[in-house]
């Protein structure tokens, strides 16, 4: 049954690029040093405010930013958050890590004000990073948009106040921000797949026979918790943050947040949705029944009992579970780049690729190549070229990153605990296709 649009006051966040030079919302890195297909904004922390570049995360509600003690390389070139220059800063020496599989951060917990785009949540739990590794440029943290996380522990007893619910949008809503409802959506303004590399490797590589991989090596963003211890007239349209898409015009937007209900002018035809399911991670997923999953022609489609996609939007990876990446992997000479979590194809076969089905509880989804590959005109078969298909760190789980979800109008709602797709307006035909059975 799919989903009736209702008409409520929402706010729409324009998305921009991310570019070179200083800007007001704008951090000075090129666009092709972050993740294709990555989004967020620029969010005041503390009273005097202190301005971060935070990447949106839905694979869980867990927010961080870099802190002062944090001085490992991979903490470099981002700003970090001094509490002691915040007079609302508070913390209750509570330490969290979170694993995202292929990147990890260490934090201390405080409670602070943030402001997004004209949104203000005052007492927002949030981590201090004072160790991280593994993780890509051009941001300072993450602001969590994934469902909320437990980050109490029974073992300790503090002094000041227990730690509240994490999700950022969920605390605007409870503190009446302006925002009618908790749910909140994502989506590109481009009608097709939004990225913009042009498929090179950036070291010329030989095609290579498959190598088997060590299992739960590489995650694109499928985080656990590691360890707890010490132009609607009804719209608005603010201030924005950034993305990285298509090359087009730096002025236009890249896409869109949408908090407090649905975008009605931004899809065509119905919202069909899914039931979250829960993990047993804490983490905070957004995460649906995988009931069946398998790229066009492959003989077997039935998924696991137990399996399970997660929504993450700071990745442009699908991610698969280890024998359907291995079998990705030897069906067409694939090569394992470790480090992007992605796997090159020789570009000569890349035409040959074929649509990934997915049956998501009980919506059926089909993705055509052009989402997650990129092929190129080439003198030499044993050239490689770059695909969006990636591994996950588990044997029954997949990880649905931005080359998916870009191809639609997505809306999580918390209170309801569902995710729901919609076709875009400006799609056009290109092989993308939804429908409920």
């Known amino acids: 049954m799919a989903l009736a649009v209702t008409a409520e006051p ?25 993740k294709n297909g990555m989004l967020g904004g620029t969010v005041e922390i503390g009273n005097p405010p202190q301005n971060f570049t935070l990447a949106f ?12 003690q944090c001085t490992d ?53 949030f981590g201090n990073a004072f160790k991280m590794e593994g993780f890509n440029k ?10 909320n996380v437990n980050l109490n522990t029974t073992e300790i007893q503090y002094a000041k106040r227990d730690v509240g619910p994490s999700g950022f949008v969920p605390n605007a809503f409870q503190q009446s921000s ?38 739960g090596q590489m995650n694109q963003n499928q985080p656990v918790v590691q360890q707890n211890q010490q132009a609607n007239p009804q719209s608005t349209v603010t201030s924005g943050g950034f993305g990285t898409m298509s090359k087009r015009n730096y002025n ?21 949705t899914m039931k979250v399911v829960d993990g047993d991670t804490g983490a905070g997923n957004w995460a649906v029944k995988v009931r069946e999953a398998k790229f066009e022609g492959d003989a077997c489609s039935k998924a696991t009992k137990d399996s399970k996609a997660i929504f993450s939007s700071s990745t442009d990876v699908i991610g698969l579970p280890h024998k359907q990446a291995d079998k990705f992997q030897k069906q067409w000479y694939a090569v394992y780049d470790k480090v992007d979590n992605t796997y090159q194809v020789p570009c000569c076969l890349m035409d040959k690729l074929k649509s990934f089905k997915m049956k998501l509880d009980n919506v059926r989804v089909v993705i055509p190549p052009s989402y997650f590959s990129h092929p190129r005109e ?26 998916f979800t870009n191809a639609f109008y997505t809306q999580f709602d918390p209170e309801n605990e569902t995710i729901s797709f919609a076709m875009k307006k400006t799609h056009v035909e290109d092989g993308v296709d939804l429908w409920k059975e």
């Open 10 to 34: 929402i706010q729409r966040i324009p998305l921009y690029h991310k570019r070179n030079g200083q800007g007001k919302d704008f951090k000075s890195i090129a666009a092709n040093e972050l």
């Open 57 to 68: 995360d839905t694979s869980t509600g867990f927010s961080w930013v870099r802190g002062e």
């Open 252 to 272: 236009e937007p890249a896409g869109y947040l949408v908090l407090g209900g649905i975008d009605k002018d931004a899809i065509k035809g119905k919202l069909y």
């Open 378 to 403: 080439v003198e030499s078969c044993c050239e490689m070229c770059h695909t969006h298909i990636g591994r996950s760190d588990s044997e029954t789980d997949y990880v649905i990153g931005s080359a």
């Open 178 to 215: 302006g925002l009618q409802s908790s749910q909140f959506g994502m989506y590109t303004t481009t009608p097709g797949n939004g990225f913009s590399d042009s498929g090179y490797v950036s070291q010329p590589q030989q095609m290579q026979q498959p190598q088997q991989q060590q299992v």
């Open 138 to 147: 051009g941001f300072d943290g993450y602001l969590g948009l994934g469902r």
């Open 73 to 125: 390389l991979n903490c470099q070139e981002r700003r970090a958050y001094e509490p002691k220059n915040s007079t609302t800063a508070i913390t209750n020496n509570l330490n969290f890590t979170m694993d995202y599989g292929n990147a990890i951060v260490q934090t201390k917990i405080y409670h602070d004000t943030f402001r997004f785009s004209g949104i203000t949540v005052k007492d927002m739990p």
